[in-house]
T-cell receptor, first 113, second 113 residues
Framework: AQSVSQHNHHVILSEAASLELGCNYS??????LFWYVQYPGQHLQLLLK??????LVKGIKGFEAEFIKSKFSFNLRKPSVQWSDTAEYFC???????????FGAGTTVTVRA | NAGVTQTPKFQVLKTGQSMTLQCAQD?????MSWYRQDPGMGLRLIHY???????DQGEVPNGYNVSRSTTEDFPLRLLSAAPSQTSVYFC????????????FGSGTQLSVL
């Protein structure tokens, strides 16, 4: 099974600060990469995904992520966070030849107004 | 569209009891899966299915059974509940084989005493 590591367990920021969440995975083959978000009291939902092409992908709500194949990384970024970005963020990886999606442990992001 | 519907939302069991968590989707998705979410461990795949009559094990299948008699339904059965199965359970579905986006249910919070 894939191993997915998220480096930060809990991040606390002030509004307008920049955010970067790290994600590394173990598989060396072709992968599909995802970031999912769970806002308080809401369902998990897809933030962005990478399948192929431009390694810099843009998602909803101003988030972006960069796939760096040589570093097995898919870090999530947002230049200026808002209070409404308070949520738990999960990185997920799938071997493109498999049907299993492996999730990281999650990073709780708290944005202070 | 209702999306992915899970029932019940909360459940308390005694050790050794059995129960079934229900999951239904109305999006005609071939792929359905069950995850458990535990603090510090993220989401771990229990079982998944790529169509009616087809199921397979994920990372943590022990103590759980699934079946897929229809495209819409994917129930998860706990055979003899144990305190280690106290968790939040999520059902998710997706179009297959692309698996570009998982749609999650609202979750079932299960406590085993």
């Amino acid at each position: 099974a894939q191993s997915v590591s998220q480096h930060n367990h809990h991040v606390i920021l002030s509004e307008a600060a920049s955010l970067e969440l790290g994600c590394n995975y173990s598989y060396g083959g072709t992968v599909n990469l995802f970031w999912y978000v769970q806002y308080p009291g809401q369902h998990l939902q897809l933030l962005l995904k990478y399948f192929s092409g431009d390694p810099l992908v843009k998602g909803i709500k101003g988030f972006e992520a960069e796939f760096i194949k040589s570093k097995f990384s898919f870090n999530l970024r947002k230049p200026s966070v808002q209070w409404s970005d308070t949520a738990e963020y999960f990185c997920a990886v799938r071997d493109s030849n498999d049907y299993k999606l492996s999730f990281g442990a999650g990073t709780t992001v708290t944005v202070r107004a | 569209n209702a999306g992915v519907t899970q029932t019940p939302k909360f459940q308390v069991l005694k050790t050794g009891q059995s129960m079934t968590l229900q999951c239904a989707q109305d999006m005609n998705h071939e792929y359905m899966s069950w995850y458990r979410q535990d603090p510090g461990m993220g989401l771990r795949l229990i079982h998944y299915s790529v169509g009616a009559g087809i199921t397979d094990q994920g990372e943590v299948p022990n103590g759980y059974n699934v079946s897929r008699s229809t495209t819409e339904d994917f129930p998860l059965r706990l055979l003899s509940a144990a305190p280690s199965q106290t968790s939040v359970y999520f059902c998710a579905s997706s179009q297959w084989p692309a698996l570009e986006k998982l749609f999650f249910g609202s979750g079932t919070q299960l406590s085993v005493l």
